[in-house]
């Protein structure tokens, strides 16, 4: 297993790990199989996406609007972030992406988008290579 440390710089964030993993990936030079991607937090999460600019900032507007800080939550009496678990439980925490030819099988406009959902902090995301 590998890790890749994220230093978040704002509250919520979208950050492209796409080259990152797929150097993790090269490295191994397994040429078929899956590589899982795992956040080890519960107000982050990852997705596979596009990352063009204007797309990541109105999936943070969705966050935002669908989740919105602050609505009575009852985990806000112990620590004020309901809002950031609640929009990692709709992201999820674990991506699976096919392996082929020792790359991953990602389409066209595919990446992985780490999210951060209560920042600014230091995070780790787990990268696990399965040959076969
Ligand atoms: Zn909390």
Not at 102 to 126: M, N
């Amino acid at each position: 297993m590998e890790r890749i440390e994220i230093r978040t710089k704002e509250s919520t964030e979208l950050i492209d790990i796409t080259r990152e993993v797929k150097g993790i990936v090269s490295s191994k030079r397994v040429d078929s199989g899956v590589c899982v991607i795992f956040t080890k937090h519960t107000t982050t999460g990852i997705i596979i996406n596009e990352g063009e600019a204007g797309l990541k900032s109105d999936i943070l507007t969705l966050l935002n609007e669908l989740i919105p800080k602050g609505k009575g939550y009852l985990h806000d009496r112990i620590d004020n972030n309901a809002h950031s678990h609640l929009r990692a439980v709709v992201l999820g925490s674990s991506v699976t992406i096919p392996i082929e030819g020792g790359t991953l099988a990602l389409g066209t406009w595919q990446s992985i988008l780490f999210v951060e959902c209560d920042g600014p902090r230091r995070r780790e995301v787990c990268v696990v290579i399965i040959e076969g």
